[in-house]
């Protein structure tokens, strides 16, 4: 029989530029993430040293300005490259996409002061960062967030647990969603706080049953004091700002949703191609044929959807239904192509010498993070007729 091993993605790229830096990121991930990523998933690893590079290389700032050290790059080609990171390891691709929802504040409501004062480190100086909205009681209820901050002269001091919260206790910079008003949406406000603020700890990380090297954990906000020059946007607009980053954010877990997806059919191909049995590949038997057919055409399905959104938000059109649409649809289909592999694997694929299972266990959270895809569906829904009747 031919060789079949999987072969890299055949992308669309629009620039020679862009086809330059898919190239740029395969070989890191080459060098540096895939070798390490299961036994360092294994161990808890979380591999700062990976963001590090990835900072000097200009890769945690690719959609955003280059004035401030951004790289210019469209959405359509920054998810790609997420897909590429998160195919390899997706305690990286997802830690990009988290870092670059952290920056969106700054970089699309901050001043111009603050922008040049704090966006360059942010984007390419080394630094990562936390995105704090969520709470112990308020996840899909985002707007009935409690931490407060109260204005103290010219700061203010924040009070609260957020939760949830990716790169907790590690995180550089942190974009946080407080109470400064009444209750609901509009008494919300954003701040930007430095991660080692006085009165800022983060609890021990939750125990996770995939992406172990991810540390996510609760911080608490005892009495930090921020100055108002770190306030984001004007005072009751900080839910919007959520809002606004989510959309794109969604974006950037269904890139990481195909990316999954993706080295997850890679290993049940070349698992399929070189398990024999009856004295032919496995592969050669239809129900096998069929559940390989299905799941890639699952994943150029989703891929095609979450790129169509990204050009929509490229040519600055709307895109919030389609941004759920995406994630929903991604994320369903890296939990439904994981679990297959582990499938075509067999008794292999429930081991942990092969990485099948690792990949279905990471699928998993992709469904819930970011607004689970309940919530995707109702955003959609509400496109489509408009809000719900009280």
């Not at 001091?157 to 407080?178: E, L, P, Q, S, Y």
């Not at 939990?335 to 694997?345: E, H, I, K, R």
Request: net charge negative; with cysteine.
């Amino acid at each position: 029989m031919p060789d079949r091993a999987p072969q890299p993605v055949d992308r669309q790229l629009p620039t020679e530029e862009a086809r330059d830096l898919i190239t740029l990121v395969r070989d890191i991930v080459q060098r540096e993430i895939a070798p390490r990523a299961a036994e360092e998933e294994d161990a808890g690893h979380f591999p700062r040293e990976v963001f590090s590079l990835l900072s000097a290389a200009g890769l945690l700032g690719l959609p955003y300005d280059s004035e401030y050290g951004g790289g210019d790059q469209p959405y359509e080609v920054y998810l790609q490259v997420l897909e590429e990171l998160a195919a390899a390891r997706l305690t990286v691709g997802l830690g990009v996409s988290v870092h670059s929802l952290s920056c969106h504040a700054l970089a699309g409501y901050g001043t111009k002061e603050q922008q040049a004062e704090h966006l360059p480190a942010m984007l390419g100086g080394g630094l990562l960062g936390a995105y704090c909205l969520s709470e112990p009681a308020s996840g899909s209820d985002a707007a009935s967030l409690r931490t407060k901050a109260v204005r103290d002269g010219d700061d203010w001091v924040i009070t609260g647990t957020k939760a949830w919260i990716t790169h907790g206790g590690v995180a550089d910079f942190c974009t946080v969603m407080a109470r400064t008003g009444g209750e609901g949406a509009k008494g919300i406000t954003a701040f930007l706080v430095p991660g080692d603020a006085p009165g800022l700890n983060a609890a021990v990380p939750e125990k996770k049953m995939g992406m172990k090297g991810s540390p996510t954990a609760q911080l608490h906000f005892d009495g930090v004091r921020v100055p108002d020059s770190r306030r984001l946007g004007e005072e009751g607009q900080g839910f919007a700002i959520a809002l606004s980053a989510l959309d794109s954010g969604r974006l950037g877990i269904a890139a990481c949703a195909i990316g999954v997806a993706q080295a997850a059919l890679d290993e049940a191909l070349a698992y399929a191609t070189g398990r024999r049995q009856f004295g032919r590949p496995i592969a050669d038997f239809q129900g096998l044929r069929f559940m390989l057919a299905d799941m890639a055409t699952r994943i150029e399905a989703g891929r095609a959807l979450y790129l169509a959104a990204a050009r929509l938000r490229d040519a600055g059109k709307p895109f919030s239904r389609q941004a759920a649409m995406a994630k929903l649809f991604c994320t369903d289909a890296a939990m439904s192509v994981t679990t297959d592999a582990v499938q075509v694997l067999g008794g292999y694929g429930y081991t942990q010498d092969f990485p099948a299972e690792r990949y279905m266990r990471e699928a998993k959270v992709l469904q819930i993070v970011e607004g689970t895809n309940q919530i995707q569906r109702m955003v959609i829904a509400r496109h489509l007729a408009g809000p719900e009747t009280r």
